[in-house]
Structures are given as C-alpha cells and as structure tokens.
C-alpha cells in the first residue's frame, strides 16, 4: 500500500523557516519523482517543488524560487522541503505527492501557518 506522510509544519513568524519531510512506503521509491504542493484557503492547489527520481533535476515556480529547496534521501525513502524566508502567503496545507503507473498519491498533509 502507497502511504506518503508529512510532517513539520507549524506556526512560524514571517521571515522564519521551516522544514518538511516526507516519508514515503509501498513502492519503489528511487524510481520516481516527488513533488510538494500546497493549498490554502479558497485557491486551488499549486505546485511549489519538483524533484526527479535520482535527485538531480528540481523545478520551482516564480513565486518559491530562492526560498524553497527540495531535496531527497533515496535511501531513506524521504523528500523535504526546506522553507526560508517565509511570508505569509505561504500559509497553506503542504502535500507531497508522485504519480503511479495509475494512480496519483497524496499524503494527508502538514499546516504551514506564517503570521505574526
């Protein structure tokens, strides 16, 4: 069974940092890409950052780039996202996601709270 769970959110004040992780199961880890998303309240969910199978490809929108750094374990089946400089249009729910041969997996997803 695929089970991806997140972990490391919380309340951070604006230009703080947080780091999350995910730890995934139930497949073969190395052979896939991982993404974090996030969706906050009343907008749809959006891509924040993509890493390749072996680590060694990320792609980040316009609005995270410079401040969020995805980064994977293969050996420990885990993916994190590393989140300076936090505003508070950050604020979100943080997934991290692959895709399967017929499935899109999603983990239950970690609060990210920035304010002050």
């Known amino acids: 069974q695929v089970q991806l769970v997140e972990s490391g959110g919380g309340l951070v004040q604006p230009g703080g940092s947080l780091r999350l992780s995910c730890v995934a199961s139930?497949?073969?880890?190395?052979?896939?890409?991982m993404r974090w998303y996030r969706q906050a309240p009343g907008k749809e969910r959006e891509l924040v950052a993509h890493?390749?199978?072996?680590?060694?490809?990320?792609n980040y929108p316009d609005s995270v780039k410079g401040r969020f750094t995805i980064s994977r374990d293969n050996a420990k089946n885990t993916v994190s996202l590393q989140m300076n400089s936090l505003k508070p249009e950050d604020t979100a729910v943080y997934y991290c996601?692959?895709?399967?041969?017929?499935?899109?997996?999603w983990g239950q997803g970690t609060q990210v709270t920035v304010s002050s």
């Open positions: 890493i390749s199978s072996a680590g060694d490809g990320t």
């Open positions: 996601n692959t895709k399967g041969l017929w499935n899109d997996y």
């Open positions: 139930g497949f073969t880890f190395s052979r896939y890409f």
